[in-house]
């Protein structure tokens, strides 16, 4: 089964190179004209000199900055080619309703705290940070969920829980649906309980998910993070599929690949 989805356009990089040129060239000509017919030659040669510098400064940072995001592409393309493989593994896309961007597998990686977040609240001691997630023409994941490595009671989100469980697969009761008509607080409330999420964050995201479900990622015998599915389909996110060896092995796969990467 291939990609039911289209990759982003990238912007290639001698366009971003015309971009820069643009971005500076333009400004040097009208102050060149400008200073042509108000001021010597002299002055003109110096304000020249100065747009020059400039330029070539501004190309540096655009020439490292497009190592690392090459570098950082590269990787990034590769952990959603495995995630591509888990997506044939979890989902049976032809029996699947509703638009792609509701059944989604995201990659978050476990990181420690800033030291002055840990001093303030120091029940939460890391925080999962979403790395990526498939289909990639869905909204870029921003939420992320503070967890403690001892207590479950400080670990946000079904993502939290899945973590705190370690190599125990994990998987919600069928959640409500938060977009049928006349959705009252107490629905919220409920969603947010059995997501073990505040109901406040649930009525703000008003999310689409009816099931959620996840596994946890270890790299050198400790939990790098989590990889969580989640469906508007209450019956698409399965147990069996989640903990089957074709998912143990694609899961391997992934660990050994993050292995080589890590810092």
């Keep these: ?11 290639s990089t001698t366009w971003k190179f015309v971009f820069i040129l643009i971005q500076f060239g ?3 000509c009208i102050a060149i004209i400008g200073l042509y017919a108000r001021k010597p030659s002299q002055d003109i040669d110096k304000w020249l000199n100065i747009q020059i510098a400039i330029a070539l400064v501004a190309l540096t940072v655009m020439l490292i900055r497009e190592c690392f995001e090459r570098y ?53 001691t890391h925080i999962l940070v979403p790395r990526t997630r498939i289909p990639p023409s869905g909204p870029r994941p921003q939420r992320t969920f503070r967890v403690n490595h001892r207590d479950a009671e400080y670990c ?9 469980n370690g190599k125990t697969v994990m998987v919600s009761e069928p959640l409500p649906n938060l977009h049928s008509p006349g959705v009252t607080d107490e629905v919220f409330k409920n969603w947010a309980e059995l997501t073990n999420d505040k109901w406040k964050i649930a009525k703000k995201r008003c999310d689409h998910s009816r099931r959620i479900g996840g596994v946890t990622i270890y790299l050198d015998q400790e939990r790098w993070g989590v990889i969580v599915v989640d469906s508007s389909d209450p019956l698409a996110v399965d147990a069996i599929k989640l903990n089957n060896k074709n998912m143990q ?8 690949y993050l292995d080589k990467v890590k810092p």
């Design 1 to 11: 089964m291939g990609h039911l989805w289209r990759k982003r356009p990238k912007i």
């Design 26 to 28: 333009a400004p040097t």
């Design 72 to 124: 950082y592409s590269n990787e990034k393309d590769c952990i959603d080619s495995i995630l591509c493989g888990l997506d044939e593994l979890v989902w049976n896309r032809d029996k699947l309703s509703g638009p792609l961007q509701q059944h989604r597998i995201t990659l978050f990686q476990l990181k420690r705290r800033r030291w002055w977040k840990r001093v303030f609240t120091p029940c939460w």
């Design 156 to 164: 946000e989100g079904v993502a939290g829980l899945v973590f705190h």
């Design 249 to 256: 092995r694609t899961l391997a796969m992934l660990g050994s």
